[in-house]
């Protein structure tokens, strides 16, 4: 089955304590990107990358990290969380190059900093 | 800068009454626009692209590059589409990048 696969789906963690959300797709897709979503302010882009080692900041990235060694897969790591970062998070992928291309969305993770 | 409006947060309509989401677009070229949807619990999907013009699940929604807006809408409103509905804009031979509104939450009451 087609699909993007994140992991946890669920993390309670305390300030500091550096933790890897990992997401992973089945369809070659050339684009990934990571998403958080907070109540009222609805899905921000954190990084995006458009390929293999190519990855670039989206519009709230501070405090994640990203990198991608390989296509399927495109980790975010938060070195040191704050309660801030508390918030849902999806990642989402899709091809690269066409019009109307569909984003494909992770089941996301919840995650509670405290 | 590309912007996405949608003015109601919330959204309570009666089941059978009809329904409109409204979105607005700030973007000087020419945009792709898409509606996705994220039901209960679920992640978000796609629910149509402007390029389609088809309708889904009895949803449409009509570019009207005048008013620059994007409004989804849909004639009878049933009870399983009650559900959190985010309009989006991506620039037109660009990157992939969606820029997402606040998104406006739907329910339906029977």
Redesign the interface.
Known sequence: EAQVTQNPRYLITVTGKKLTVTCSQNMNHEYMSWYRQDPGLGLRQIYYSMNVEVTDKGDVPEGYKVSRKEKRNFPLILESPSPNQTSLYFCASSLQGRSYNEQFFGPGTRLTVL | AQRVTQPE?LLSVFKGAPVELKCNYSYSGSP?L?WYVQYSR?????LL?H??RESIKGFTADLNKGETSFHLKKPFAQEEDSAMY?CAL?E??G????V????TKLTVNP
């Not at chain 2, 990157?95 to 969606?98: D, G, M, P, R, T």
């Open positions: 947060k792709e898409f679920q992640r978000l999907q796609l692209r390029i389609s985010y991506r037109r031979g990157s992939e990048k969606l997402f509104g606040k998104g």
